[in-house]
């Protein structure tokens, strides 16, 4: 008998078929009712007493046996059927959709550019930064709001490690570390303890511009601001600046373009005013340019800061801050780009 169960596993193991058919005649003949298996367990109260243990163990070792094999032909032909039945291995590869840039990429890039043919180059500084960067080179008071809890994320206890708030903080970077001429952008991360609602988040990003040198002035501000808007915006679009405040810049000011989708007549967007605020600027502080180690009688400059989120939203019509972060390819798709 141990040599019938020897023979019946060789059989299954060199056994190959070709249908799916023939999967199922294999279950029948070993393991259904009337099988093999069940016809060796039927024989084996004929087993002499001294081999029952040997020739049981091998008919359970079979039968487990026969079970897997029949259950392992059974799934290749489902995974093929899945696959669309047969494999044609000379079918050409479902194609594959490459990524897009993420739309704040694009506009990032091309903000890049357009500064880039006025001169100005790209640096970077670190997302993880202390008081002195952010806050205290930019003439913050201590007691400035900006510096509390409620805006600036600490890390940890220690309040001179925390995130940046905005890309400013390269800006005394930059001007530490080189004398003017300086024309630069600062593109980057920031992070603000804020509540995210569809127009804010506390992660956003930022570019920010500086440009110091002897004898630089409010007008030259205007026209690198003009031109800029005219290229990102359209050549038809104006500018007009409102006084502001910013503890860095004096004076400064905070610009609007006209309403690129109304066209300056009024729309929901631009909320009937016919204008958009866009960014932030002004003449460098004096203290400042002293406080980085650059001579405020000799030289000045100006800097300018845009949040890139509210600049891709007004470019494409996008209404909620947070698709930005979600990395849902229904939007991601949208955007293509040749930068
Ligand atoms: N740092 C300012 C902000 O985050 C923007 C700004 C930059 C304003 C440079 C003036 C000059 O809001």
């Not at 409010?218 to 679009?237: I, M």
């Amino acid at each position: 008998m141990l040599e019938k169960i020897k023979q019946l596993k060789e059989e299954l193991e060199n056994i190959s078929v070709s249908a799916k058919q023939e999967v199922e005649d294999l279950r029948i003949k070993y393991i259904s009712k009337k099988g093999l298996l069940n016809q060796l367990f039927a024989d084996f109260k004929n087993v002499e007493a001294d081999q029952k243990k040997a020739v049981g163990q091998a008919i359970n070792e079979l039968k487990e046996f026969a079970q897997n094999k029949i259950n392992e032909l059974k799934e290749s032909f489902e995974n093929a059927e899945h696959a669309g039945g047969q494999t044609d291995l000379s079918m050409p590869a479902e194609p594959l959709r490459p990524g897009t840039r993420h739309p704040l990429s694009i506009v990032r890039n091309e903000i890049i550019e357009i500064f880039a043919r006025l001169g100005f180059t790209v640096a970077e500084g670190p997302e993880i930064e202390d008081d002195w960067h952010v806050f205290s080179a930019l003439n913050f008071p201590p007691e400035h709001p900006a510096r509390d809890m409620q805006d600036t994320f600490f890390i940890q206890k220690d309040p001179d490690v925390l995130l940046r708030t905005h890309t400013s903080s390269v800006q005394v970077r930059v001007m530490e570390k080189s004398q003017p001429p300086i024309r630069a952008i600062f593109p980057g991360r920031v992070f603000r303890n804020e509540a995210i609602s569809a127009r804010a988040h506390c992660i956003f990003h930022q570019v920010e511009g500086l440009y110091v040198d002897e004898n630089v002035s409010f007008a030259d501000l205007k026209q690198t601001l003009l031109y800029f808007s005219r290229e990102l915006f359209g050549e038809k679009t104006q500018i007009r600046l409102r006084p502001s405040y910013f503890p860095f810049t004096e004076p400064s000011a905070e610009m609007d373009v006209s309403c690129s989708i109304c066209g300056g007549k009024g729309c929901n967007v631009c909320k009937y005013t016919g204008w958009l605020e866009i960014l932030g600027c002004g003449m460098v502080d004096p203290n400042v340019l002293d406080l980085c180690g650059i001579d405020s009688k000799k030289y000045s400059g100006f800097a300018f800061g845009m949040g890139i989120e509210r600049i891709t939203m007004l470019k494409y019509g996008i209404k909620d801050i947070r698709h930005f972060f979600e990395n849902d390819v229904r939007f991601l798709r949208q955007f293509e780009s040749t930068i």
